[in-house]
C-alpha cells in the first residue's frame, strides 16, 4: 500500500514543448506529494509540491495536477527547454504521523533544442 | 549554507570489505535520511532519524548495514562485508521536522 507508480519511464520533448509526467498512489492516507527534480552527478531537488485540499498548484512554468478521487496527480512542464532534461521522481507521504516519503520510480525528461 | 555534506562523493571497493559513508547535514535540521539509488530498485529510503534518534530502520537491507548518529551534526553508514550488490549511489538528506528534505551529492559506491 505504499507504492508510488510513476509514467513514462522516459520522457523526449522539443523545446517549447509540454512535458507531462504522471503518478499514481495506492495509500489514500498520504497528505503530502512532492515533485524531486534530479540533474546527473547530484542529489534530488524539491521541484513543487501539492496537498490534496488543492486540484491544482502552479509555479512558473511548472504545475501540478491532482486529482483525489483517481488517486493521481501529475507534473506539467510548459514552454519545456533543454535545461529542464533531468530526472523527475514523484514522492507522497503521510505529512500529518511523521511518516516517510514514498518515490515514484522516476522519468527521465530529454528536451530537444 | 554548504547543504548536506557527504564523503567520499565516489568509493570503489573489493568485496568483502568495510564501507563507511559519511554525512554532515545542513545546521539546525534535526532529521536526517540515508537513501539507496539504484537503476532497479529506483531511490529507497534505508534509515531515518529524528533528533539523533533511529526512527524507522526498515529500509535496512540486512544486518551487514548499520548506522549511526553520535551527534546532531554528523551521521555514517556502514557496510560491513560489502557486496557488489551493495554498488549504488548513497544519498543523504537533512529536513527540519517533516519539512523540505535537502539531498546531498550522493557517494558513487562500487564494490568489485
Known amino acids: 500500500q505504499q507504492q508510488v507508480k510513476q509514467s513514462p519511464q522516459s520522457l523526449i520533448v522539443q523545446k517549447g514543448g509540454i512535458s507531462i509526467i504522471n503518478c499514481a498512489y495506492e495509500?489514500?492516507?498520504?497528505?503530502?506529494f512532492p515533485w524531486y527534480q534530479q540533474f546527473p552527478g547530484k542529489g534530488p531537488a524539491l521541484l513543487i509540491a501539492i496537498r490534496p485540499d488543492v486540484s491544482e498548484k502552479k509555479e512558473g512554468r511548472f504545475t501540478i495536477s491532482f486529482n483525489k478521487s483517481a488517486k493521481q496527480f501529475s507534473l506539467h512542464i510548459m514552454d519545456s527547454q533543454p535545461g529542464d532534461s533531468a530526472t523527475y521522481f514523484c514522492?507522497?507521504?503521510?505529512?500529518?504521523?511523521?511518516?516517510?516519503?514514498?518515490f515514484g520510480e522516476g522519468t527521465q525528461l530529454t528536451v530537444n533544442p | 549554507d554548504a547543504g548536506v555534506i557527504q564523503s567520499p562523493r565516489h568509493e570503489v571497493t573489493e568485496m568483502g570489505q568495510e564501507v563507511t559513508l559519511r554525512c554532515k547535514p545542513i545546521s539546525g535540521h534535526n532529521s536526517l535520511f540515508w537513501y539507496r539509488q539504484t537503476m532497479m530498485r529506483g531511490l529507497e529510503l534505508l534509515i531515518y532519524?529524528?533528533?539523533?534518534?533511529?526512527?524507522?530502520d526498515s529500509g535496512m537491507p540486512e544486518d551487514r548495514f548499520s548506522a549511526k548518529m553520535p551527534n546532531a551534526s554528523f551521521s555514517t553508514l556502514k557496510i560491513q562485508p560489502s557486496e557488489p550488490r551493495d554498488s549504488a549511489v548513497y544519498f543523504c538528506?537533512?529536513?527540519?521536522?517533516?519539512?523540505?528534505?535537502?539531498f546531498g551529492p550522493g557517494t558513487r559506491l562500487t564494490v568489485t
Open positions: 514522492a507522497a507521504e503521510r505529512e500529518t504521523s511523521g511518516s516517510r516519503l514514498t
Open positions: 495509500n489514500t492516507a498520504f497528505d503530502y
Open positions: 532519524f529524528n533528533n539523533n534518534v533511529p526512527i524507522d
Open positions: 538528506a537533512s529536513s527540519w521536522d517533516q519539512g523540505e528534505q535537502y
